[in-house]
């Protein structure tokens, strides 16, 4: 009965999701006045699964018409993209197109695709377009995606775009407007709080630090970021005195001199009521005339006064790990808590990867005095304009099924790591929805549902957090995370790492 219930629990949270900043996009394919030519048929992909809109096409749709061509698709090294590379034989037996998936840190990829625009080359046809490294910069020199949706003689996208999550959708696709539609939502990442249930559950751990600080030590949506130091610097006290086992420190952090390092400390910014510009507005569609800077605002500097005590206590390599790194840590059993991307969870339920399978639990970020932030790190994929015709309707075919929710399914699925869906579709599903309870079959055969039902909390409206979408912000993310980096290695004050930051921010978009 428990079970059920837990189950139902996070079945309402997916519907209240909906209902509120998840619900589905207004904008839709299956609305669109276009008419097919000829009936639909289903496509000649294997992997649907009973409850998923279909991959269709018009019946006198050619599959194979660019059998022969080879696309180069650039990608962050994420676990959706090693998913989609195990997987990708099934696109190329159906299409007779090759793809090439070539991965890399992200500041690589930003690079790589900025030297190819610049050389109007197109030798990477289909683009990992994150919103804020790439897609801000570039959408001039991505296709409009309509064009491919408003073809009634191409392949839909299935289930229309209703089924994205619209603030993915908008975050992902779009730049300043929605007039044109630049990326399809691909993979969706966001910070949330990873803990060890074999040291948070253990009862005499949780009753001595109930009995010492007089509450419950267990990450939930009520845990404050002074809370999360207390907790932390207490376990760090234990592991000294030999009375907790297990771990070396109570926190880690994503604090290397990175742009990881921005992202841990944005989610505790947003939590205290700041963010880098007067315009709140830009986490979403996106400005290129961002405005002032508000990093001077006390907000801010509170804000950023925590950060540093929090990384005062931390695990010492904090200040040397990017995401990647932090998550390794953990794995390796060091650490109680992190914040971290949700889709670490395959890594931490991986026995080849993790010596904590099982022992894992996820939870939002904790509280600051105006909320909460869950960090969005989600992408889309995209088209060079410099491709040509024909590629682009190749590329355009390999998107339908990349970002299908059969596609999202088999990833999610997937024995080498998988993602969490971008589809509500594939959120619907049962076993999808049994596999969010940690302990069943479902769960151990997809273990990145063990984030989700914290994701979904994440996602709400006022718990997720966009950083600014300007084609300023790969210039003003280094100017962050290298102020920062001198703020918690003692080098600087919070107050004057702020206003360091914000005056450089004012000379850039300047």
Known sequence: MKRGMMVLSLALIFVLLISCGGKKSETSSASSPREAVGPLVEAPFSGWVEGLPKIEAPSSFDWKQFAGITLNFISENTTPSTALAAAISTFEDATGITVNIEQADLAVVAEKVALDINARSAKYQLIYADPHQILAKNYRNLVDLNKFIDDPSLPRVPGGLEDFFVSQLEVDGYFGNKNALYALPYDCPTIILAYRTDIFENETYKKAFQDAKGYDWTPGPNLTWEQFYEVSDWINQQVRAGKIQGVQYGSGHMAKQHDSLQCDFSNVLASYGGDYFVNRD?????????????????????????????????????????????????????????????????????????????????????????????????????????????????????????????????????????????????????????????????????????????????????????????????????????????????????????????????????
């Not at 304009?385 to 682009?392: G, I």
């Open 282 to 510: 830009l986490g979403i569609l996106g400005s290129a005339a961002p405005g002032k800077g508000d990093l001077e605002s006390s907000d801010a500097i509170a804000a950023a006064t925590m950060y540093q005590k929090l990384l005062s206590i931390a695990h010492p390599g904090s200040t040397s790990w990017d995401w990647a790194g932090v998550a390794e840590a953990f794995a390796a059993g060091q650490i109680a808590m992190i914040p971290e991307f949700s889709e670490f969870s395959s890594t931490f339920e991986s026995p080849t990867s993790s010596t904590v399978v099982g022992k894992v639990k996820w939870a939002p970020m904790p509280k600051g005095p105006k909320g909460t932030g869950n960090i969005y790190g989600g992408t889309g994929i995209a088209i060079s304009s410099f491709a040509t015709e024909q590629e682009q309707k190749a590329a355009w075919l390999f998107l339908v099924w990349a970002t299908s929710p059969q596609g999202q399914y088999e990833c999610l699925t997937s024995p080498v790591g998988g993602s969490t869906p971008t589809r509500h579709s594939v959120y619907a599903l049962a076993d999808v929805v049994a596999g969010m309870t940690p302990g069943t079959p479902e769960s151990q055969k997809m273990p990145n549902l063990l984030s989700a039902g914290a994701v979904q909390l994440g996602w709400a409206p006022g718990s997720i957090y966009n950083r600014p979408k300007i084609p300023q912000w790969p210039e003003i993310d280094t100017v962050i995370y290298t102020e920062l980096s001198r703020m918690i290695l003692n080098q600087s004050t919070p107050e004057r790492a702020m206003r360091a930051i914000n005056s450089q921010i004012n000379d850039i978009v300047e």
